[in-house]
């Protein structure tokens, strides 16, 4: 199983990026999807989740109305849109897989590679 995630890079405040993340070694449409990230001196928190057919989508406070989650299942793909960005949404942004969306928003059975997103002016 491997998943992997794009597009991090240096942003301005206020400025937006788009991630992806592409999964190998498993039925994709199996799998809750979600997103978390760890800035720098903090733990790993929960962003955004997705359910299996995409009808569903849960939030973090600070995700809520900025960053929207979406997924292809035909294409094994993941993403998560990061607009309005501020300073504190500097992070390395790391994708997950959950069978459950409970286990995909709390301790995800697969994470992926992580992409860094610096917001710097």
């Known amino acids: 199983v491997q998943l992997q995630a794009f597009g991090g890079g240096l942003v301005q405040p206020g400025g937006s990026l788009s991630l992806f993340c592409a999964v190998w070694?498993?039925?994709?449409?199996?799998?809750?999807m979600g997103w978390f990230r760890q800035a720098p001196g903090s733990e790993r928190e929960f962003v955004a989740a997705i359910n299996l057919s995409g009808s569903s989508t849960y939030y973090s406070d600070p995700a809520k109305g900025r960053f929207p989650i979406s997924r292809d299942n035909a294409k094994n793909t993941v993403y998560l849109d990061l607009n309005y960005l501020k300073p504190e949404d500097t992070a390395v942004y790391y994708c997950a897989a959950g069978e459950s969306v409970l286990e995909v928003t709390t301790t995800p059975a697969y994470w992926g590679q992580g992409t860094l997103v610096t917001v710097s002016s």
């Open positions: 070694g498993f039925t994709f449409s199996h799998y809750n």
